[in-house]
């Protein structure tokens, strides 16, 4: 099967988001860069693509320009140990950013991301449907999730 590798269209900060994205998940770095030559359409010399693995994922940023931005239609979803993760990456990618509900963030750049923990749909999809239910209200009045505070709603009787 071939390799899938999510590509993410920038105007101009493609670089600059691939090395905050590499600053911020453990096991990243930056695979490679290229530019613009003579041939267009921005200047020679310019970031065109940067390729980029966040622990294990390769990912490419390509500076296209400004016709295409971000939307909440696609995100990028961390899967967290604990509440420790989901406050550590929280912090990281909605600074500067913009919080959403239910766990879900903008970064920065635009890019959506959902930040949960592990295991959450287990949770909501519980067979005691009172208890999913209680649990699904809590996370919809959350911004970051608080996985205490929804297990504790979901245990009320």
Do not use: H
Not at 5 to 27: M, R
Not at 86 to 101: H, M, N, Q, R, T
Not at 102 to 118: E, N, T
Not at 150 to 156: F, V, W
């Amino acid at each position: 099967m071939p390799k899938i590798i999510p590509n993410l269209w920038f105007d101009t900060q493609g670089k600059d988001a691939a090395e905050f994205y590499c600053s911020v998940f453990p096991n990243s770095k930056i695979k490679n860069v290229t530019y613009y030559n003579e041939a267009g359409p921005r200047p020679a010399g310019t970031v065109l693509t940067v390729e980029f693995e966040l622990d294990g994922q390769e990912y490419i940023a390509i500076n296209g320009g400004p016709e295409f931005t971000f939307s909440e239609a696609i995100s990028l979803m961390i899967s967290c140990a604990g509440q420790d993760e989901i406050d550590y990456y929280w912090a990281k990618l909605s600074e500067g950013g913009e919080e959403g509900p239910c766990g879900w963030l903008k970064d920065k750049y635009g890019l959506s991301w959902q930040v949960a923990p592990g295991g959450m749909a287990e949770m909501l999809n519980d067979p005691d449907q009172e208890r999913a239910a209680r649990a699904m209200k809590a996370m919809f009045d959350m911004k970051k999730i608080d996985i205490a505070a929804l297990q504790a709603a979901a245990d009320q009787a």
